[in-house]
């Protein structure tokens, strides 16, 4: 699918090329397959659920204020209820005494609905191997995108917010009861370790911690 | 020579009321037999010249698993520790009491002091000590479904040492149904002469309660006649944990306990790690945390200063006072490396030096920063729907605050000039020019009043250290210094012995209890830390300024209106891991 943007206050007349028919109607008919378009909307409009658990909530909270703004990606818009949020953050440590809440809560939020786990606690336990934390949410919710870091950068949790708006975008899903499959198409993802392995190994200038 | 506490309660109660114990730490220790603690504590509330009035600290010892004897004899299975502090004495007092037996019981001291009452539910929570004539024993962290308590030596530490963690939907439903609340339990009336009461659930997952809080209402129309705030969400075994790690790998937890407040939490660790060890730390370093502590210090302010304005309407201040937050972060992140959790402090000094350039960076903040906080003061602070949300709102006077053991901007908001950097200058604190800010109302307002001016004078604080940065080492050359400075390690086999064991085991920290209190930047925050002579620590107890404060909700939102509580939560300043840990 192809798409651009004019300026505000442009005249919509105002296009390039020599006006002709044939012009103006590239620039403004769009074909696509619904299925694309509704994947193009859902990817663009992200409504994370307000919820964090912890430490990494903080992180999460400053990736939606300006140094780092998250409107950018569509993905500003905080909900307070469950049954208005697409994705669910978890942000932070899973504690054994909230797991039954977020469960609910997940079951709450409407199809479709996706995961991040933020920072080491909700992918693995992270640092606390410990009596009152489950070791990883993906114990009982299934997990779209993983962030790393304890505390993830705001940025490293955007990464992610991105990497789940590629995959959403290019994910098949029933447009009816009626029509095809009824199963969920999701696009292979490669592993981002594989992924980055080799412009990684490139790097071997590394600033010392003696300077800023 | 005036005669000391000891002294007093041994002159009242008999000589055989009073064991005098050394503690590394200087705070006066005695042990008394556990038929006259209670008496004790009441005459040292009220009866006695300069009185203790504020019960600072409540916790228990399982004692059963000293790999050494202690005093050539191992005479109790739990201890009982009451810390007290008198305001008139400038004084800590430790009273500790011996339990037998497998599940010992004790006398409550809730009719004393009100405020015991969480404490000793954490108590039996985590130790299955039970409390005579408490009002309300329930456990308060761990779930109610929870088998054994964690705290006991013999409860397994690690998750995965308990089995695979399985959430079928009957354990949720089963768990659902325990968290159901009952007014009936906790004695309150679903009607009244004229009305029925509405309960209202808010939390655990509330945009209003900043981190997994829970807190039900019972309402009459919009006013609140009671509240009951329901803890534990956030609870981490933060103590549990540093039973297992070593003295040196659990600074990174402290970064997490009050996790706004970065090194400040690594300060009252170590400073207690080192009374124990009697490692004295370089001036350089002494400089160089406090610089790092006043800095998180504004950050922490700063989260607060944001979302209390966000908490009452006010959507703009937050992303003004984040960016802001950044600025301060670019300066930490170019020091530690790292932005919330930097860990950066060691036994004996900080990571590493300071980096070149960190002084410009420093510099431009404190040329910058005034000016901000005085367009905040227009923007919040002299905003009218601010003031008439917050004037008034969340009344505590002077006593009960003391009563409560409420610490930190909450109590100098009471009129009373008490800041622990100044009256019980620990760390180096003493060679800075600060001001106390006080306000006098006792009110969600004069609550943001002073912590306000706490970010000025921190930055007062900054200034001075930028200018009188001394020159010298950053860590000690005390053996127990960890890592040990590396350049020893080649001249002699005594120092390179002592790197080896340090780096590899950890060091051993002498026997021994310390604990130095703090001024975090929520109120008194401190470690109580008992050595066997190990490389872990045989019990740490955390006292964190939000626990006594969210103690306190249903006593200061009484009467007001729902709206006022966001307002009363929001001036109150907390941090889940710091009321959980
Ligand atoms: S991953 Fe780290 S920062 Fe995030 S919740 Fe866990 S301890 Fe806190």
Redesign the interface.
Known sequence: MKWWLTKAGDPTGKVAGNTSMEDVVQQSVLFSSVERLLGWGRKNSMWPF??????C???M??AM???YDLARFGAEVIR?TPREADVMIIAG?V???????I???HEQMMEPRWVISMGSCANS?G?????????GVD??LPVDVYVPG??P?PDAFMQGLLLLQDSVGKEQRPLSWVIGDHGVIRPEMPSQRERLHDHRQQMTQFKT???? | MPITVTEEISARFGEDAVITLLTRDETPTIRTPREKVVAILQYLKSDINMPFRMLYDLTAIDERAYKKEQNGHKPYDFTLVYTLFSFERNEFLRLKTGLHGEFPTHDTITHIWPAANWYEREVYDMFGIRFNGHPHLQRILMPRTWEGYPLRKEHPARATEMGPFKLFDDKVDREQHAMQFRPEEWGLKRHSEDADFMFLNIGPQHPGTHGVLRIILQLDGENIIDAVPDIGFHHRGAEKMAERQSWHTYIPYTDRIDYLGGVNNNLAYLLAVEKLGGIDVPLRAQVIRIMLCELFRIASHLVWYGTFAQDLGQLSPVFYMFTDRERVFEIIEAICGGRMHPNWFRIGGVAQDLPKGWDTLVKNFIDYFPRKLREYDKMVMKNYLFKVRTKGIGIYTLEEAIEWGVTGPGLRACGLEWDMRKKRPYGGYENFAFEIPVAHNGDCYDRAVVRVEEMRQSLRIVQQCLEYMPAGDFKSHHPLATPPVKQHTMHDIETLIHHFLNVSWGPVIPPGEAMVCTEATKGWNSYYLISDGNTASYRTHIRTPSFPHMQMIPLISKGYTVADLLSILGGMDYVLADIDR
């Not at chain 1, 307000?50 to 430490?55: D, I």
């Not at chain 1, 504690?95 to 809440?101: G, L, N, Q, S, T």
């Not at chain 1, 911690?209 to 800023?212: A, G, K, Q």
Request: charged fraction near 20%; proline fraction near 9%; hydrophobic fraction near 40%.
């Open positions: 307000h919820f964090g658990l912890s430490c909530f903080v992180e909270a400053t204020t300006p140094k307070g440590t504690f054994i005494k909230m797991a039954p809440v469960q609910r809560l336990g640092m606390y191997d410990i009596y009152s934390v489950v070791q114990k009982f304890c505390p950068r911690p003696d300077e800023i």
